[in-house]
């Protein structure tokens, strides 16, 4: 597989990157943080969304999507990162239909109302601050012809508006085991379940969200009982690769606009970008972000290709992209001087936003220490 994109691909990245910048600049995120949006997005955004099929990229054909793949995800997410849109796009379109996709039953409900921008799908699977899917500690027990769940969750993206949440919890096993995860489907109206939305540092909204005794039937659940680590697994690295693609926009759109500063801020008489020791950075950052870029790709097409160990490769794109995105934010900050701190120049909300994608779904030591476990060391 080459590393770069088909003409479909190169097509599909055109549409995106026209109609998400116009549609959705910087300023509607602002827009949104500074009207106090309780929402967290646009449901006028996300129906457009729907009506450009970016929300059915994954969902099969026969279920009302485009039965595209992950690079197709990407492509869209890379966009979004570019131009810093709040969206339901990760969560539901990427990670939600991958989770929906193991159950025939609830993938013939959700799929497509997720294509037609109908249904906001949320993730309940965080319970620490830091990414650990094995240390799941909600509890499911066996109650009548389902499950009673209890427990609480924290970082649920959207978990205040889904229309559904998908929940790991405990059937078996113990708290830091794979073994005994079992995916629930819970729709937001069940009995027992409430979600109390904050902010987070890039100005998005994420639940904190609890569980009272929340019963849901046999058919609630995606995989098998005790057997979710499998679905869990695969939801997440569909997550993964999506983050490491928003990050790339992130991190791209934060390396433009300081090259952009290089080449028209004067001091001392001169373009700042003629001094040879900021040439160097920002020659070692675009370096960065290529490489980024390849990983990332690479991941998203093993994915798509359905390779056994793409695994691997999505912890390295994760890995790396966080490292490459974390120095292009900074470096944007620090060459752009004292503005970069201010709230009316753009670099520091592209900071704030690659501080919240580096810690979803794992960030850059997790996933490296992922490479090495998962090569034998
Ligand atoms: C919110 C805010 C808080 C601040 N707080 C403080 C504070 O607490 N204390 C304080 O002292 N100041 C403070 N400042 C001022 C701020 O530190 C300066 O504006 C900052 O040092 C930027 O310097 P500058 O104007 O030279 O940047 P610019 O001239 O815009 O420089 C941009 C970039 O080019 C680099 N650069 C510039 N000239 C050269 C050169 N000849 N060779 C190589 N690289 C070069 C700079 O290092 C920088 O990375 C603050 C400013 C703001 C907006």
Redo the contacts with the bound molecule.
């Keep these: 597989m080459p590393l770069y994109h088909t003409d479909d691909q190169t097509m599909l990245r055109d549409t995106a990157r026209s109609f998400i910048a116009d549609a959705a600049p910087v300023k509607h995120l602002r827009q949104l943080r500074d009207t106090h949006d309780r929402t967290g997005f646009s449901r006028d955004l996300w129906k457009q969304f729907a009506e450009m099929g970016f929300t059915g990229i994954l969902v099969p054909e026969t279920q009302g999507g485009l039965g595209l793949g992950h690079v197709e995800a990407s492509i869209v997410l890379e966009e979004i990162g570019r131009n810093l849109t709040p969206s339901p796009f990760l969560t539901t379109a990427v990670t939600a239909v991958e989770a929906l996709k193991t159950s025939a039953t609830l993938g013939a409900e959700w799929l497509p109302k997720i294509a037609s921008g109908n249904a906001i799908v949320a993730l309940a699977i965080e319970e620490s601050a830091k990414h650990r899917p094995d240390r799941i500690a909600l509890t499911a027990e066996r109650s009548g012809n389902g499950f009673k769940l209890t427990g609480t969750k924290n970082f649920v993206i959207n978990g205040h508006v889904a229309d559904m949440l998908i929940v790991a919890a405990r059937t078996a096993g113990a708290v830091g085991e794979p073994d005994g995860i079992t995916l629930f489907a819970v729709p937001k109206d069940a009995a027992g379940l409430s979600a109390n939305p904050v902010l987070l540092a890039d100005s998005s909204l994420a639940s904190h969200v609890r569980l009272d005794g929340v019963q849901v039937d046999a058919d609630a659940v995606l995989g098998d009982v005790d057997g979710g680590w499998g679905p869990l697994t695969k939801l997440l690295d569909a997550g993964r690769v999506g983050a490491a693609a928003e990050m790339l926009g992130v991190g791209g759109a934060a390396l433009d606009a300081t090259v952009d500063?290089?080449k028209t801020?004067k001091?001392?008489g001169r373009l700042?970008g003629e001094?040879q020791?900021?040439q160097h950075r920002a020659a070692h950052l675009y370096g960065e972000m290529q490489v980024a870029r390849a990983t990332v790709l690479k991941a998203a097409q093993l994915l798509d290709a359905e390779y056994p160990r793409a695994e691997i490769a999505v912890a390295v794109a994760k890995a790396k992209t966080g490292r490459a995105c974390a120095l292009a934010v900074q470096e944007g900050v620090?060459?752009?001087?004292?503005?970069g701190?201010?709230d009316e120049y753009d670099i520091g909300l592209y900071m704030k936003r690659d501080r919240a994608l580096e810690e979803f779904f794992g960030d850059a030591r997790f996933h490296a220490d992922r490479v090495a476990r998962l090569n034998g060391y």
């Excluded at 620090?334 to 503005?339: D, L, P």
Aim: net charge positive; hydrophobic share 55%.
């Design positions: 500063y290089l801020r001091q001392f700042i001094f020791a900021l620090q060459m752009h001087g004292g503005i701190m201010t």
